[in-house]
């Protein structure tokens, strides 16, 4: 039985989203034990007359919450009762609980993890890794996306070490192809530590470095997994998300501006429908923590129940596929090569 933590409370569809999306990880995967976080009469009250395997779920009482304009080191500090300090508690303290899923606070998530769960062995600093689909019907991992916004290049080797297992064991794709986020596709190009980056991924034998991408190309298909520091990578998702909301926008204006357009739409429902599925994050679950000790998964503060889904999802491949262990066996043998 693989056991996940649900911190209830803290985005923007909670507890609902959480709750619904709890369920129907349950319904999914028959060997999935989840624990909910969060103030036990809210929760208990949204499950009521819900249908569920009652073995396979608990509530864990915890009344306060934290919220996202709270200093991470207060709330830690002042908030032991939240559902995320609640969560990250139990996660260090019980041996059968694997991980957690979190759609609160980034940066208490982060400082919590950190303080309380600890990295892996060798383990320099954890990433975050988010998915975005690509135009090939495929996905792309960007890491990091915001843990690390000052980096080194012995970071962003470890970084591309971590996501090239995750991309391999948790998605299935062999010899993940692995590209430095920078200014140029040439060799040379960019700052010091983009140039350092380069040579050490390049010397790296357990991974299949491609050279440096250009944001524009991240979601042409032909990369798996894309390095860079948090800062950048921050940017580069949020841009892209946000271009691809705006183009639906655009897309569904020009359609009603005129009678024929419209017509037209109704033979291409389906279509539109497809790519509007297709274009929406929350298919693709939350940004998981790699390095940490345990498995942590943090969701969009905007998720709904089947991004939590999906979260949920990613934290129980992660742990069915030892991904932990592979990345410190790895770090152990590869992390020297210069």
Do not use: W
Not at 121 to 149: H, K, Q, W, Y
Not at 161 to 188: D, K, Q, T, W
């Amino acid at each position: 039985m693989i056991k996940i933590i649900v911190d209830c409370f803290g985005g923007d569809h909670s507890p609902d989203a959480n709750i619904d999306g709890s369920l129907s990880a349950l319904e999914k995967f028959k060997d999935l034990y989840v624990i909910l976080t969060g103030d036990e009469t809210v929760i208990s009250g949204r499950l009521q007359g819900r249908r569920y395997d009652r073995e396979r779920l608990r509530v864990v009482h915890a009344p306060d919450v934290i919220g996202c304009d709270e200093k991470p080191t207060d709330a830690i500090r002042l908030k032991k009762e939240s559902s995320m300090i609640k969560a990250v508690r139990m996660l260090r303290d019980e041996d059968d609980i694997a991980g957690m899923v979190s759609v609160g606070s980034t940066g208490a998530l982060v400082a919590a993890a950190l303080t309380r769960v600890g990295l892996l062995e060798g383990v320099i600093r954890p990433a975050f890794c988010p998915l975005l689909p690509t135009m090939d019907g495929g996905i792309v991992g960007i890491c990091d996306s915001g843990a690390n916004v000052e980096v080194t290049s012995d970071y962003l080797k470890q970084f591309a070490i971590m996501a090239s297992l995750y991309m391999e064991n948790v998605y299935g794709v062999r010899n993940p192809r692995i590209a430095l986020l920078n200014v140029g596709v040439e060799a040379g190009k960019g700052d010091t530590i983009r140039q350092e980056a380069y040579d050490k991924l390049s010397a790296l034998p357990c991974i299949n470095f491609v050279g440096n991408m250009e944001s524009r190309d991240l979601l042409s298909g032909s990369y798996d997994a894309v390095i860079c520091d948090g800062f950048s990578g921050n940017v580069l998702v949020k841009t892209t998300e946000g271009t691809a909301v705006e183009l639906l926008k655009k897309v569904k204006a020009a359609i009603f501006s005129r009678t024929i357009y419209k017509v037209g739409a109704l033979f291409q429902k389906k279509m539109f429908s497809d790519l509007k599925s297709f274009m929406n994050y929350q298919n693709y679950g939350g940004s998981v923590l790699l390095g940490t000790r345990k498995v942590v998964v943090k969701g969009h503060g905007s998720s709904k129940a089947v991004a939590v889904g999906k979260c949920i999802e990613q934290a129980y491949r992660m742990e069915a596929s030892s991904l932990s262990a592979k990345i410190e066996e790895a770090l152990d043998k590869f992390d020297h090569f210069e």
